[in-house]
T-cell receptor, first 117, second 113 residues
């Protein structure tokens, strides 16, 4: 598609439950980025993919967060045993081209608002 | 360490010009991006500066001074629809684990009639 699609729009989970978020990048884009935004503040980088390969996972709290981008499937971000502080909007972005441009010019989806109660 | 500083809020009137500054401290600096976000929605890419100087795109311009570790976004002929949050983000070199943008906290711009 011509836009980054994210599902669901809203997700409510009780503390300790699992949450799974999905992202379909723009067709032809080979890079996918996941961000966490709390209270409309900065975008905290979580992880990026180049096609199905992890590109940079330095922002991921690995003990509870995991992500995948498999061929012919939406990318996913999964949080095991959610905590209250995981409440945020999770944005997915995709980009194309050579690495430099792919890094600075990203196309964002509408986000998934996760509320942990 | 690395950090970006930008004002938290700016207010202006329709038709005016506003400048949103961004100063950064980071190693391996490559360039500065600007993004616009309306009311918590999907951010949209505005501009990117890798070299010193001014880049103009319609009513929006972006400036970079690498020697001063400073950049700004200039919005001219302000319209009500420009009310949004504006984020600067640094692109570092692509060695090792530096393959991502480092984001500022955003500047909330309110355009009044």
């Amino acid at each position: 598609g011509e836009e980054v699609a994210q599902t669901p729009k809203h997700l409510v989970r009780g503390e300790g439950q699992k949450a799974k978020l999905y992202c379909a990048p723009i067709k032809g884009h080979s890079y996918v980025f996941w961000y966490q935004q709390v209270l409309k503040n900065e975008f905290k980088f979580l992880i990026s993919f180049q096609n199905e390969n992890v590109f940079d996972e330095t922002g991921m709290p690995k003990e509870r967060f995991s992500a995948k981008c498999l061929p012919n499937s939406p990318c996913s971000l999964e949080i095991q045993a959610t905590k209250l502080e995981d409440s945020a909007v999770y944005f997915c972005a995709s980009s194309q081209g050579f690495l430099a441009r792919a890094t600075y010019e990203q196309y964002f989806g509408p986000g998934t608002r996760l509320t942990v109660t | 360490g690395q950090s970006l500083e930008q004002p938290s809020e700016v207010t202006a009137v329709e038709g005016a010009i506003v400048q949103i500054n961004c100063t950064y401290q980071t190693s391996g600096f490559y360039g500065l991006s600007w993004y616009q976000q309306h009311d918590g929605g999907a951010p949209t890419f505005l501009s990117y500066n890798a070299l010193d100087g001014l880049e103009e795109t319609g009513r929006f311009s972006s400036f970079l001074s690498r020697s001063d570790s400073y950049g700004y976004l200039l919005l001219q002929e302000l319209q009500m629809k420009d009310s949004a949050s504006y984020f600067c983000a640094v692109r570092r070199n692509n060695a090792g684990n530096n393959r991502k943008l480092i984001w500022g906290l955003g500047t909330s711009l309110a355009v009044n009639p």
